[in-house]
């Protein structure tokens, strides 16, 4: 409890040592006992000679604290003795890392170690700490940037969230929209096409109830003048009701039920799909097939690509099942790429591509379908180079920059179709299982002269083609 820093209040000013049954003068100065009782005729302060009384009290809060003071002093120098020899602990063991007495040296316990002094080794230590705590402090400042960052991207995760939920509230608002002018439309038009065909069935109808009515007016006459006996009345009445030209019921016609509300009555929804796709931003892009190399076949349309297989050739190993593929695509309006024409610099990873017009700025996306197919790409062209998914017939690849490969994210499901979302604004390049719009792997690219582009390997199978969706 008394530590050195003020243990010196605790000491006697005569003997230089803690207090032993401290007693303290009428001046205020404390003393031993004996230090200031050891000669009767002395009875003057050693500090200040003030004449004190012979009937000297202890003061009992000094002693205490004296005590735990020696107490605390005690514990110290034992704990620097050696436990076993009970010699103070002078060296530090480098091989043991702990404090031993010169016996323990000697012993056998610590034949062969390396000794340093006490005072050497913390020395040496200290300075160790030193280095330590530049590097810890090097490294906790790395730590409260990182931590900055981190709250960056978080506060910056929260807005993109934020912004996100907005955007997708504002699309489902105006698709909602959409739909509710478009439901208003499609039944006020079923509305009117049923008041028509109403309308013509209700004069039809007051056609036949006037036929009705006349046909039973006749059918009265008939019957009243079945009763007349004179023949010269009946013959009058006769002759002057055959002379009128009632019309007969089978002049009469009958408007059906012709309701015709086609083709909403049986394609609606499919109807309306095709509608709304013209309010979505950005529409699928219409590409353009246009092949690459001769082995390459490109269908009348420009949407199905399939490859010419070539002849085995004796003494002739492929090594590179893409070495003999590629295409690009085209717009009516916008861009065009023409892909390689050169199978030799197409294999060693650099193809001869020259884009012609490139996608411009904004959000692009387009979709391809892949069958069953075994080697394909689907992907872009950026400065000469491919990023691209890629299908060996094993595994799905990503492929980058000049020829490099890697694995994809796992692919749980083989896609049919691959849709391919480029966004220009964050240079992300985005592949998706289009069945299920389950993202497959994002990669960035860069954002110069970029096209989109596909391939087939060599020994693809042309029945079941590389095909460029529609819509």
Not at 54 to 74: F, I, S, V
Not at 277 to 285: M, S
Not at 394 to 408: E, F, M, N, V, W
Request: hydrophobic share 30%; aromatic share 8%; proline share 6%.
């Amino acid at each position: 409890m008394a530590s050195a820093s003020y243990r010196a209040e605790l000491t006697c000013s005569v003997c230089q040592d803690i207090f032993t049954d401290p007693v303290s003068l009428t001046c205020g100065h404390s003393f031993c006992r004996e230090c200031v009782t050891g000669s009767p005729e002395q009875r003057a302060c050693p500090c200040c000679q003030a004449v004190y009384a012979a009937n000297l009290t202890t003061n009992l809060t000094l002693k205490k604290l004296a005590n735990t003071a020696k107490e605390d002093l005690r514990n110290k120098v034992s704990s620097w003795m050696c436990a076993e020899h009970e010699e103070k602990l002078k060296l530090f063991c480098e091989t043991d890392q702990q404090l031993v007495c010169v016996i323990c040296r000697d012993g056998e316990e610590h034949d062969g170690h390396k000794f340093k002094p006490i005072k050497e080794a913390a020395q040496i230590r200290k300075q160790g700490l030193e280095d330590t705590m530049q590097l810890l402090i090097g490294q906790n400042r790395t730590t409260e940037d990182l931590i900055k960052t981190q709250e960056g991207e978080k506060m910056k995760l929260k807005q993109k969230s934020q912004h996100l939920k907005v955007q997708i509230s504002c699309h489902f608002d105006e698709m909602q929209q959409f739909l509710k002018r478009r439901q208003k439309e499609i039944q006020e038009d079923l509305e009117q096409k049923n008041k028509e065909a109403l309308n013509e069935m209700e004069v039809n109808l007051g056609r036949l109830k006037t036929h009705l009515s006349e046909g039973r007016e006749r059918e009265n006459w008939i019957r009243s003048e079945g009763d007349v006996s004179e023949p010269e009345a009946f013959l009058k009445g006769w002759a002057e009701k055959m002379r009128e030209q009632p019309s007969t019921a089978a002049e009469m016609t009958l408007v059906p039920e012709s309701l015709s509300f086609s083709p909403y009555s049986s394609h609606l929804q499919f109807l309306v799909w095709k509608e709304m796709l013209q309010i979505i931003k950005p529409l699928p892009d219409r590409l353009i097939m246009t092949p690459g190399n001769a082995k390459l076949t490109v269908s009348h349309d420009g949407r199905s690509m399939y490859s010419t297989p070539e002849p085995p050739v004796f003494g002739r190993r492929h090594t590179d099942p893409f070495s003999h593929f590629g295409s690009g695509f085209s717009t009516p309006t916008t861009y065009a790429l023409s892909t390689p024409t050169s199978s030799e610099r197409f294999s060693s990873g650099q193809p001869d591509c020259a884009v012609s017009a490139p996608f411009p700025d904004g959000q692009h996306y387009w979709e391809v379908e892949v069958g069953l197919g075994a080697l394909w790409e689907v992907g872009v062209t950026h400065n000469n180079l491919i990023t691209a998914l890629q299908y060996d017939g094993q595994q799905y690849l990503i492929k980058q920059d000049r020829g490099t490969a890697s694995p994809s994210s796992p692919v749980t499901d083989a896609p049919r179709k691959i849709g391919v979302y480029l966004n220009c604004e964050t240079n992300e390049l985005s592949f998706y299982n289009a069945d299920n719009s389950m993202l497959i792997h994002t990669i960035v690219v860069g954002m110069q002269n970029v096209a989109p582009y596909c391939a087939v390997g060599y020994d693809r199978v042309s029945p079941d083609p590389l095909k460029v969706c529609w819509y």
